[in-house]
């Protein structure tokens, strides 16, 4: 694929956009799947082909079809939304891709703790006006601080996957 990136200011499409969670627990025999409901970001990008930006998550929108699930979640083993109500990922480095893939360097913050991230983003669709990237990455909940783990059930690393599109912002 041909990947077509324009220099300047883009907006993320929320509706357009999916961010999801996937974990093993019950000693790894269930997948938790879970998706977040609202997410914001913008981005610049630099005629150098350097860009930055920031996604935002609101933690409070995970939605994992347990209503009882979804609460504890939110609580303070978890995301303690109440506290940090919003998940990031700060884009420090990134360059616009020659091919379809793009290593993306930034800082992802959960629960008010940051850690340094690399993350491969494939490009799935570009044009003048927009770009949609595709990602599946892993964290270790416990350097966030979420390390509840009741009877030992909950066991490794947890799995992001992300479809990003971004829409060129009307300056």
């Not at 303690?80 to 893939?101: G, I, R």
Request: aromatic share 6%; glycine share 8%; no cysteine.
């Amino acid at each position: 694929m041909t990947v077509v990136i324009e220099t300047g200011l883009w907006q993320l499409d929320p509706a357009r956009t999916t961010v999801a969670i996937a974990h093993r627990t019950m000693w790894g025999l269930v997948t938790v799947k879970g998706a977040f409901g609202k997410v914001t970001g913008e981005g610049e990008i630099k005629p150098d082909g350097t860009a930055h930006g920031v996604v935002s998550v609101d933690a409070t929108s995970l939605d994992t079809r347990n209503a009882k699930r979804d609460e504890h979640l939110r609580g303070s083993d978890f995301f303690d939304t109440e506290n940090h109500p919003t998940l990031a990922f700060t884009v420090h480095d990134a360059a616009v891709p020659q091919n379809d893939t793009a290593e993306i360097a930034g800082q992802l913050t959960v629960r008010g703790a940051s850690s340094p991230q690399t993350v491969t983003a494939h490009v799935t669709a570009s044009s003048d006006d927009a770009i949609s990237l595709a990602m599946e990455f892993t964290v270790d909940r416990e350097q966030f601080g979420m390390g509840w783990n009741q009877l030992g059930m909950i066991r490794g690393r947890t799995t992001v996957t992300a479809t990003l599109t971004f829409a060129r912002a009307v300056v």
